[in-house]
């Protein structure tokens, strides 16, 4: 992945609707196994609630039902732009400067703190994803403004951040990492993702 500074998250994620879609894409993806008529199926759009549909009964999946999203009011947009300060700001991100780059109240401000903060110290548990017939997607990603003089994949005064999810349960591990080795890249694989699982990256040599 390219580094990612405010403005190619904007880019990325101008909006509830893109926002929605991505939340869906990586708790559940296109050919996710429907619950109810168990068939792999097309998910669609619907228009009338925040949810998608399958092609062959119509059940609807909620991507936000059983996330820190769930019954808020406040727009995912801001939900994701906080999640990506709390992973950018090296000190810490406080109620009040939530408060103040979000424009919510306080209130709300310091309880989406606290429930990223939660799902944070739950997603870098000790628990290893994946496992037979699974599987696990990695990706890193360079965070952190660009700086003057600076270029590359190893740019100076970036940090680091590797990334991996459990396909269709939206479990994951984020690590900050000191560098993209091999060596480092797959050690991480090796601690955080159980034997047997399969695992996808891109092409990247590492």
């Keep these: 992945m390219k580094q990612c500074n405010v403005r190619q998250f904007f880019k990325q994620f101008p909006d509830d609707e893109t926002c929605l ?17 168990k068939r792999s199926a097309k998910w669609y759009r619907l228009q009338s609630e925040q949810a998608f549909s399958c092609q062959w009964c119509g059940h609807h999946i909620h991507p936000m039902v059983g996330s820190i999203f769930e019954k808020s ?3 995912l947009q801001l939900w994701f732009y906080a999640i990506f300060l709390f992973t950018t700001t090296r000190h810490g991100v406080s109620a009040k400067e939530l408060q103040r780059q979000l424009g919510v109240t306080y209130k709300t401000a310091w309880r989406m703190a606290a429930l990223i903060r939660e799902h944070m110290a739950a ?14 997607e990695v990706d890193e990603t360079y965070v952190g403004g660009h700086k003057k003089g600076t270029v590359g994949r190893g740019a100076a005064g970036k940090t680091i951040v590797m990334g991996m ?20 890249l797959q050690g991480e694989i090796a601690a955080n993702v159980k034997q047997g699982t399969e695992v996808h990256t891109d092409g990247f040599l590492g």
């Design 73 to 75: 009011r406040t727009p």
């Design 165 to 184: 999810v459990e396909r269709g349960k939206g479990k994951a591990i984020v690590k900050v990492i000191p560098n993209t080795t091999q060596k480092t």
């Design 123 to 136: 997603i870098d548990g000790d628990e290893p994803l994946g496992g037979e017939g699974e599987i696990v």
């Design 21 to 37: 879609e991505h939340l869906f894409n990586v708790r559940f993806g296109q050919g996710h196994e429907c619950p109810k008529c």
